[in-house]
């Protein structure tokens, strides 16, 4: 996934579709995909709306680099990754989805382009999805994370990027990032419910 050091403080605006961008689908059976498809739809026309509208709102995202993320942390983080799109030129090229054990449990693969501090990143992903009332409730991305950090950190990715010393590493950093694009959109922000007085 990429991680940026620069973050945009606009978060209503609808990201109009870029004229480059491949927005290739596959469908390979009758299942009902639609919210894994709205959500590959809004991810590579960079729509943020479109996007929020598949999740459920008790959504749950973990990948390699942002393990278990609650709904309103998974959101900002695609709204931080698409919302910077300038900078990091992402590009989500194809994806292409298949049926699961049943209807409610689809998975995908799919192909990210993206510019992480400047390096170019060409990232492979697999998706697992578990559906709840229509919408996608858990979604698990895997890839090749020592591929990944050779791509994004060089010789260093090379050296360390097996690690789990690294991971933990990456992991802390995209945190920190994260935590810092909430704190300037609080609409991301978690609400502490307020107790009444008897």
Not at 16 to 21: A, K, M
Not at 114 to 126: A, D, L, Q, S
Not at 144 to 154: H, M, N
């Amino acid at each position: 996934m990429p991680v940026e050091n620069e973050l945009l403080n606009k978060t209503t605006n609808r990201m109009p579709p870029s004229g480059q961008r491949d927005n290739t689908m596959s469908q390979e059976n009758n299942t009902d995909q639609s919210a894994v498809e709205r959500f590959f739809r809004g991810y590579a026309s960079l729509d943020l709306p479109l996007l929020a509208s598949s999740l459920h709102p008790e959504y749950r995202f973990s990948d390699g680099g942002f393990p278990d993320l609650n709904r309103k942390r998974g959101e900002a983080m695609w709204a931080m990754f698409i919302l910077n799109h300038k900078n990091n030129e992402i590009n989500c090229t194809t994806h292409q989805i298949h049926e699961g054990k049943d209807k409610d449990h689809p998975s995908a693969d799919y192909v990210v382009k993206y510019k992480f501090e400047g390096r170019p990143v060409e990232n492979h992903i697999h998706s697992e999805f578990e559906l709840k009332d229509g919408l996608i409730y858990r979604h698990v991305d895997s890839f090749d994370f020592y591929a990944w950090t050779i791509q994004t950190k060089g010789l260093v990715g090379r050296l360390l990027g097996w690690t789990q010393f690294f991971q933990s590493k990456v992991q802390s950093i995209g945190g920190a990032k994260l935590d810092h694009f909430i704190s300037e959109h609080p609409e991301y922000q978690e609400t502490t419910p307020t107790t009444t007085e008897k």
